[in-house]
């Protein structure tokens, strides 16, 4: 059974750092895609960042020059380093995953940043 597990949230101050992780274990297919989303209370679900296929990384705006994604190949892990966090991107971070053409998602992981 293929299992996505989120790590690496927590509380942090404005202007502080987290590093999230994203495990994907069990699988037997490719992973085409891995990704971070994230939900705000009373928000809609949206994408924070991705990497797809061969290494295609695409950023929402609001974040792109503060969080890095990246990709473990050998350990089926991608990251989201977060700088300069912001009380705004106070959220539930979800790391999704397609393998092998299924898309899975994980538990989520709290991210709360205070000013």
């Known amino acids: 059974q293929v299992q996505v597990m989120e790590s690496g949230g927590g509380l942090v101050q404005a202007g502080g750092s987290l590093r999230l992780s994203c495990a994907v274990s069990?699988?037997?297919?490719?992973?085409?895609?891995m990704a971070w989303h994230r939900q705000a209370t009373g928000k809609q679900r949206e994408l924070v960042a991705r990497?797809?296929?061969?290494?295609?990384?695409n950023y929402a705006d609001a974040v792109k020059d503060r969080f890095t994604i990246s990709r473990d190949y050998a350990k089926n892990t991608v990251y989201l380093q977060m700088n300069n966090l912001k009380p705004e991107n106070t959220a539930d971070y979800y790391c999704?995953?397609?393998?092998?053409?299924?898309?899975?998602w994980g538990q989520g992981t709290q991210v709360t940043v205070t000013s």
């Open positions: 990497i797809v296929g061969g290494g295609t990384i």
């Open positions: 999704r995953s397609v393998v092998g053409g299924i898309e899975l």
């Open positions: 069990g699988r037997r297919s490719s992973i085409n895609v």
